[in-house]
Nanobody
């Protein structure tokens, strides 16, 4: 199992970024996917998650209305569209996966079995 994040970078407050996570897990469509983030000196926090079908999504309160998680099961990829970025969004963003053939949407670190290496997002104010 391999998860590879991309799309991070340095942006200004108010800008947008789209993160991608390419997964080498099969079948990808049987896995729920999540995004977490870890700011310097802090723990790894939940950001968003999506069910295998894409029908169910869940967001942390801090990103709700600004971030959108989506997936393309034909491309084995999950995305995180981040709009109206703030300096508080600065963190390393991690992709995570867990086998979950129902539409349950996991939201805690312990529920996920597989993790990527992370991609840095820095938002300057």
């Amino acid at each position: 199992v391999q998860l590879v994040e991309s799309g991070g970078g340095l942006v200004q407050a108010g800008d947008s970024l789209r993160l991608s996570c390419a997964a080498s897990i099969h079948p990808f469509s049987s896995f729920a996917m999540g995004w977490f983030r870890q700011a310097p000196g802090k723990g790894r926090d939940f950001v968003a998650s999506i069910s295998w079908s894409g029908d169910n999504t869940y967001y942390s309160d801090s990103v709700k209305g600004r971030f959108t998680i989506s997936r393309d099961n034909a491309k084995d990829t999950v995305y995180l569209q981040m709009n109206s970025l703030k300096s508080d969004d600065t963190a390393v963003y991690y992709c995570a996966a867990v086998a979950q053939p129902t539409n349950w949407v996991p939201t805690t670190r312990d529920e996920y079995d597989h993790w990527g290496q992370g991609t840095q997002v820095t938002v300057s104010s």
